[in-house]
């Protein structure tokens, strides 16, 4: 956060922050305490290991487990990653261990397997992408990840798919039941699916880079016919040596099929490049900008 906010600003920001990773907690915690546990499920990395030594020696040790076996990764984040990440991890974690102890003795849900896995798997997973949204994180093997794709160059998803598959093996492995690794699995995926989507949003934004002939031309039509705002990015073409202009726009996926048709009705020859997108943010000054091209638009004014 910059420093140079007032102290105001910065008091609302840490409210803010910390208040979203509560509330991310108490879900998590939530659908521990009245989900998998009740249904002998656990989640993958650290809080997987938690719960596995909880199943063994009692879940009203769960917390301390959670808090124990953070201890090292918040170290490693501490000396290698930033440190004011450090503080962030330290409180999502301190955060969700309390609402673990707090929710010891909720009743269960009373849920059969599959919503279990299917609600149980969704609260985790929102909590948990809450906390990240916010900035925090609650499992550490993420830090180990981070720090073994620096130094080995496997990717951050890859080390987490490993270690994951190895927690769920062992889980099976221990209790002599394969059937709950598989349902923990699941309940994983769901997990994972939905704290994607809770950071990345539901909206489907794509990044477009249009090259054509015409582009001085093209973009007053799709600025006129779709109400879109672009850039234009100076370019050269690779083999040709010229010098031309490249559009980049910013598109909801609703609006991606009319882009592509207005763009090769006017320049069947156009390449068009596409990407997702998961988040855009702007500030005031340009929030204030795109208001008012909405409005002109809306009026026929542009």
Not at 62 to 68: A, E, K, N, R
Not at 179 to 196: N, P
Request: hydrophobic share 55%; proline share 2%; net charge positive.
């Amino acid at each position: 956060m910059p420093q140079s906010l007032p102290l105001s600003g910065r008091v609302v920001h840490y409210l803010i922050t910390y208040f979203g990773m509560a509330i991310g907690a108490f879900l998590a915690a939530l659908a521990i305490r009245i989900f998998l546990t009740p249904n002998q499920l656990i989640d993958g990395g650290v809080v997987g290991v938690a719960l596995i030594l909880a199943r063994l020696y009692g879940t009203s040790y769960l917390s301390y487990f959670l808090l124990i076996l953070n201890i090292p990764f918040i170290f490693l984040a501490w000396r290698y990653i930033r440190r004011s990440f450090v503080m962030n991890m330290f409180v999502a974690i301190v955060l969700f261990a309390l609402f673990l102890f707090a929710l010891e003795r909720v009743p269960s849900f009373g849920a059969d397997q599959l919503e279990a896995i299917v609600i149980g798997g969704a609260m985790l997973g929102a909590g948990a992408g809450m906390i990240i949204r916010h900035g925090g994180c609650v499992d550490g093997t993420e830090i180990l990840a981070i720090l073994i794709n620096r130094k080995k160059g496997f990717t951050v998803g890859q080390v987490i798919l490993f270690i994951n598959v190895f927690v769920f093996t062992a889980y099976g492995w221990i209790f002599h039941d394969w059937h709950i690794a598989l349902r923990s699995l699941m309940t994983y995926i769901v997990a994972f699916k939905m704290m994607d989507i809770v950071i990345a949003g539901l909206e489907e934004l794509k990044s477009v880079l249009i090259m054509c002939s015409k582009p001085d031309k093209l973009s007053k039509i799709i600025t006129l016919e779709l109400g879109l705002g672009l850039t234009f990015i100076k370019g050269k073409g690779g083999y040709s040596g010229e010098d031309r202009d490249i559009l980049f726009i910013i598109v909801e996926r609703l609006d991606l099929a009319e882009l592509k048709e207005i763009v090769l009705r006017e320049d069947p020859s156009a390449f068009i490049a596409i990407e997702n997108l998961h988040e855009v943010a702007y500030g005031r000054t340009a929030r204030v900008a795109l208001k008012r091209r909405a409005k002109l638009f809306s009026k026929g004014i542009i």
